[in-house]
T-cell receptor
């Protein structure tokens, strides 16, 4: 069974540019999560989807971050415009209802 | 060897020995706990989970112990191998609220 797929794995952009990350969850998992992970720290939730609905986006900086999961399967996370402090690893995870979350490999973003 | 989680984030263990990684969680109402292993350049990998109605759960070479009285969670790894070297995170959750991760402990296996 394929795990959570994310792309790209690495992205380097200049500040003020837009960037987008893509995630395809494990087949059948209805809940999808986007996390941000800074170096040496644990992941922090940005947004959680149950099917197409964003049920928890309280930690998403909505002035520059947006996310969508239009058909309740794959999802994109966008930053526009990116700032230097956005450099981090962006992780996607999925789960079946409230069960264990399984993570993808992440996208390492570097903003110059 | 043992660690105290947030206050001693690095643990070195001789290959073949058992290791114990500790975690002090914050919310006494948390009812679900997970241990993750994260290798360099990879996403967190699910190891084992436990619900609050249990105090012990065993997997392959791993055991998780939960002490709700003192809000303490531990991960025991038996007969450690070089591939066990990684950062280990505990995470807690209450009901349908978000999963909250600890800072992590770096485990290094000495050949």
């Amino acid at each position: 069974e394929a795990g959570v797929v994310q792309s790209p794995r690495y992205k380097i952009i200049e500040k003020k540019q837009p960037v987008a990350f893509w995630c395809n969850p494990i087949s059948g998992h209805n809940t999808l999560y986007w996390y941000l992970q800074n170096l040496g720290q644990g992941p922090e939730l940005l947004i959680r989807y149950e099917n197409e609905e964003a049920v928890d986006d309280s930690q998403l900086p909505k002035d520059r971050f947006s996310a969508e999961r239009l058909k309740g399967v794959d999802s994109t996370l966008k930053i526009q415009p990116a700032e230097l402090g956005d450099s981090a690893v962006y992780l996607c995870a999925s789960s079946l209802d409230r069960a264990a979350q399984y993570f993808g490999p992440g996208t390492r973003l570097t903003v110059l | 060897g043992e660690s105290v989680g947030l206050h001693l984030p690095t643990l070195s263990v001789q290959e073949g020995d058992n290791s114990i990684i500790n975690c002090a969680y914050s919310n006494s109402a948390s009812d679900y706990f997970i241990w993750y292993k994260q290798e360099s350049g990879k996403g967190p990998q699910f190891i084992i989970d436990i619900r609050s109605n249990m105090d012990k759960r065993q997997g392959q070479r791993v055991t998780v112990l939960l002490n709700k009285t003192v809000k303490h969670l531990s991960l025991q790894i038996a007969a450690t191998q070089p591939g066990d070297s990684a950062v280990y995170f505990c995470a807690e959750k209450f009901g349908n609220e978000k999963l909250t991760f600890g800072t992590g402990t770096r485990l290094t296996i000495i050949p």
